[in-house]
């Protein structure tokens, strides 16, 4: 069941404001945040006073609120108590991205969430409120990590932060052999980058899918504005509408590693210097059409291991529509990868490019008709 709906309550907390200090400062004792001269109770009580028993929890008003006046805290709230929730889930193996725990609440602490409450039977609303404060309540005490750790957690971390909700929506699908029956279908198929396998893709789709920001506008919950990931990496909204590009870069960044993009391999696959844009926020470099991420793709992981239709173009949509039936879903269905649509038919953009599993892409569970169809398998 949902958790109760209730007052949305905002912090607009001081650093110094008295009574909201729970234990999660780095270096504070668990009592720190207790009434002024009352001594610290002893377990089973609440370390800092209160009927929170967590570390990072007791004492704080806020949270206490939480418990006992069902007030739910959510994306926008900020404050020693949201520091908390993000230490909780940081000290959780959850990773919050570069910001860390800065007691601001932003859209990683609404995924990192949404992950933990999707695997601790909680609902996976994305919103802090009683049930989840009583599940986390049953954990193990969790004490403040390390500040470099709560700070910057390593970047491959990424991967555990996004998602959440974006697996509720995909069904399972078999994965096995995918880029080995690549020419099994209706399109010609590709082996990839010489030597490596896959083309040199991630051999975990999970870790691909889940990395990848989702823009599944019939459900909330996996649906990522296009305001929410320019807000994210700082850019200019009105400028930056057509993000799928920058969510498949924001996939290979948070992949960490030899997967992140950086100025000279954007240029290394023919993409303009200046084509190629830099968040100050995030520290990552991202490729800004999907006709520019489809050729970074083919450059650095090998040509699509299917395409449709071969050696030419489809002419209307009917006769993607024919070719789609027969022979792209067939070959198509029950694999996971990345897929490019160059030309869409009735749109006037480059295209579209984004991760799918079965027919299932992360931001709408049918396909676009399109002048040309590119996958890759993973």
């Not at 009574?19 to 009592?31: D, I, K, L």
């Not at 601001?104 to 409120?129: N, R």
């Not at 994965?175 to 980058?193: C, F």
């Amino acid at each position: 069941m949902p958790e109760p709906a209730a007052q949305n309550q905002t912090q607009r907390q001081q650093p110094g404001q008295a009574n909201q200090r729970g234990g999660a400062q780095a270096g504070q004792t668990p009592g720190a945040g207790g009434a002024q001269g009352q001594q610290q109770p002893q377990a089973p009580a609440a370390p800092g006073g209160g009927g929170l028993t967590q570390p990072l929890f007791s004492g704080d008003h806020v949270l206490e609120t939480v418990l006992t006046a069902n007030v739910m805290l959510n994306e926008g709230a900020r404050g020693p108590s949201v520091r908390a929730i993000q230490q909780f889930l940081v000290a959780s193996g959850l990773n919050l991205g570069r910001a860390g725990a800065d007691g601001q609440w932003g859209p990683a602490t609404t995924k990192a969430l949404k992950t933990w409450q999707g695997a601790h039977g909680v609902p996976s609303t994305g919103a802090f409120g009683k049930l989840t404060l009583q599940a986390m309540e049953k954990e193990p005490p969790m004490q403040a990590p390390p500040a470099a750790e709560a700070q910057q957690p390593p970047v491959m971390d990424q991967t555990q932060v996004a998602q959440q909700a974006n697996r509720a929506q995909a069904a399972p699908s078999t994965q096995g052999g995918a880029a080995a029956q690549a020419g099994q279908g209706g399109g010609g198929a590709a082996a990839g980058a010489p030597g490596s396998k896959n083309g040199g893709l991630p051999g975990d789709f999970q870790k691909v899918w889940d990395a990848h920001p989702h823009n599944y506008q019939k459900d909330g919950s996996q649906n990522t504005s296009s305001e929410k990931m320019s807000e994210w990496l700082g850019f200019d909204p009105a400028v930056y509408q057509n993000t799928c590009a920058i969510r498949l870069s924001t996939m290979f960044n948070q992949l960490g590693g030899d997967y992140k993009i950086t100025k000279e391999k954007a240029v290394a696959a023919g993409i303009p210097a200046g084509r190629v844009a830099f968040s100050k926020k995030t520290g990552w470099y991202y490729i800004l059409s999907a006709k520019e991420a489809w050729t970074y793709v083919s450059a650095h992981f090998g040509q699509p291991h299917q395409s449709w239709p071969q050696g030419k173009r489809f002419k209307t949509e009917d006769e993607f529509k024919t070719t789609f039936d027969s022979d792209i879903e067939p070959a198509v269905s029950g694999k996971r990868g990345i897929v490019a649509f160059d030309k869409i038919f009735g749109y006037g953009g480059t295209g579209h490019v984004d991760v799918f599993d079965g027919m299932q892409l992360s931001d709408a569970n049918n396909w676009y008709p399109c002048q040309q169809l590119k996958v890759w398998y993973i």
